[in-house]
């Protein structure tokens, strides 16, 4: 099954982080900050769930947990879409760990990051949720 057929076409791009996850997170006790917005841009709404799905290796059920407590009334193809969404959010943070492990002057060991975030993804595409989320997907709403 080809993921492309599986995104709706009508998104509308909203302002988002693009990398959303618990260390861009600051508590000061009153408030809750999110910093380090170098890579904010339009970009489709569920996004930085999906980032947040995929750095905190959140489950299926804790993925519903979520969109609930982001839209109204969450329905399985919202749930589809973010699935299918964190899978590519993987693809997108390995190939960027990839690009880094050659360019950047940080020492980090972004080979073994690559590494984990393409496991991520195949372990996802070979979970019974991807052939599901893309049926689903694939359907009329």
Same mark, same amino acid.
């Given at each position: 099954?080809?993921?492309?057929?599986?995104?709706?076409?009508?998104?509308?791009?909203?302002?988002?982080?693009?990398?959303?996850?618990?260390?861009?997170?600051?508590?000061?006790?009153?408030?809750?900050?999110?910093?380090?917005?170098?890579?904010?841009? $339009?970009?489709?709404?569920?996004?930085?769930? /999906?980032?947040?799905?995929?750095?905190?290796?959140?489950?299926?059920?804790? $993925?519903?947990?979520?969109?609930?407590?982001?839209?109204?009334?969450?329905?399985?193809?919202?749930?589809?879409?973010?699935?299918? $969404?964190?899978?590519?959010?993987?693809?997108?943070?390995?190939?960027?760990?990839?690009?880094? /492990?050659?360019?950047?002057?940080?020492?980090?060991?972004?080979?073994?990051?690559?590494?984990?975030?393409?496991?991520? /993804?195949?372990?996802?595409?070979?979970?019974?949720?991807?052939?599901?989320?893309?049926?689903?997907?694939?359907?009329?709403?």
């Amino acid at each position: 099954e080809d993921i492309r057929l599986s995104i709706p076409q009508f998104q509308k791009l909203v302002p988002c982080h693009l990398d959303l996850f618990n260390r861009n997170f600051l508590d000061d006790g009153n408030k809750i900050w999110i910093i380090d917005w170098e890579y904010s841009a $339009m970009a489709d709404p569920l996004y930085d769930l /999906a980032t947040w799905v995929s750095t905190d290796y959140l489950s299926i059920a804790e $993925m519903q947990e979520l969109l609930e407590l982001y839209l109204d009334s969450p329905t399985p193809r919202d749930l589809a879409y973010l699935y299918l $969404m964190s899978i590519l959010v993987d693809i997108r943070w390995g190939l960027w760990s990839l690009i880094q /492990a050659e360019v950047s002057k940080i020492k980090a060991n972004y080979l073994d990051y690559a590494d984990d975030l393409f496991y991520q /993804a195949l372990q996802k595409a070979n979970h019974p949720q991807y052939k599901q989320s893309l049926l689903l997907m694939q359907s009329k709403p």
